[in-house]
């Protein structure tokens, strides 16, 4: 298979599996029933939501500004927040896409070397990484009888078991063959794994790096807050658990990697998290749908007006370069 093959298939297939998903969410519940919910929310809660989605963007383009002072460069506020809501956006339609544009901006405007801007955003990544990884370990602790519970009453706690040990097994082994082969295959994981420690390690050597470390947390803070604030517009839902919230947010966050900004798949994956606590499929699926739309809109109109502004915003560098 070709390099341009490989593209067309990284841009089709997300596409094609986001469309398959919209389809089968809504062979789940007509739109019909879906615009029901939508007429009788209650548009405060989405507002908030998407208030609390707001900040948590303005934070991340605030975040970054920690990363790449160290390295002498003072990058102007407005355009680390354009790059970032131009990067959601631009993931809409080609799949990290974004991460690359987002670079650009700076190189454009800011004269941010590519490869250092592109450094910062890896190492972004990995503190997000981070505390999603933190968020999940304390939704499997507060949830663990539940959880425990769920796996033990739909499956055979020996075949649980058996595929957990093959599991703990096989990964035993394969990072014992990744530390010792001399392949081409081992050597680049080796060294793409050495770059990911060496870049979450690099926070802790920031100049501001507990500021750094607070925003990341407020961050993900503000996720979370969105999402179950957001739970409020539907009556349905006003009596969720804790657990549920989490274990959505989670599912969904996933999600987002599987298609184009989440299209399809968001509100299956909510819907597949709240049925393992008998939540009905109307009110999941729908509410997967306002939260997705939302927080979509608010992308779509901050990502446009930012592309449309970043040039005008940075005139005066243009004209004076030229």
């Keep these: 298979m070709n390099k341009k093959t490989k593209h067309i298939l990284k841009i089709t297939l997300p596409l094609l599996l986001g469309v398959f998903l919209v389809w089968y969410s809504l062979s789940k519940v007509s739109i019909e029933e879906l615009m029901v919910y939508v007429k009788k929310a209650d548009y405060t809660w989405i507002l908030l939501g998407m208030f609390l989605g707001l900040l948590s963007h303005l934070s991340r383009a605030y975040r970054w500004l920690f990363q790449l002072e160290p390295m002498g460069y003072k990058v102007k506020f407005g355009n680390s927040v354009m790059a970032v809501f131009a990067t959601y956006l631009i993931n809409y339609t080609i799949p990290r896409a974004g991460e690359v ?34 968020i999940i370990g304390i939704t499997l602790f507060l949830q663990f009888d539940f959880i425990y519970g769920f796996l033990i009453e739909k499956f055979d706690p020996i075949k649980i078991i058996i595929v957990l040990s093959a599991g703990v097994i096989m990964i035993l082994l394969f990072l014992r063959f990744i530390r010792k082969s001399k392949s081409k295959i081992a050597l680049k994981i080796r060294t793409f794994v050495g770059g990911l420690i060496e870049g979450a390690l690099s926070i802790f050597k920031m100049k501001k790096k507990w500021a750094y470390i607070v925003h990341t947390l407020f961050i993900w803070g503000m996720y979370v807050l969105m999402f179950y604030i957001t739970s409020f517009s539907i009556v349905e839902l006003n009596e969720i658990s804790v657990g549920a919230i989490l274990i959505g947010f989670i599912s969904a966050s996933f999600s987002i990697a599987a298609t184009n900004g989440g299209i399809g798949s968001y509100p299956l994956a909510i819907y597949a998290a709240f049925s393992i ?22 992308i779509i109109v901050f990502g446009g007006l930012s592309l449309i502004y970043l040039p005008i915003y940075n005139r005066y560098k243009a004209s004076k370069s030229a």
């Design 101 to 134: 544009a987002r670079a650009s901006i700076l190189t454009n405007y800011e004269d941010v070397p590519f490869e250092k801007a592109f450094g910062t955003i890896v190492a972004e990544r990995i503190a997000d990484l981070i505390v999603m990884l933190g």
């Design 277 to 298: 606590f008998g939540i009905p499929e109307e009110p999941s699926i729908a509410f997967g749908w306002i939260m997705w739309a939302s927080q979509t809109l608010m």
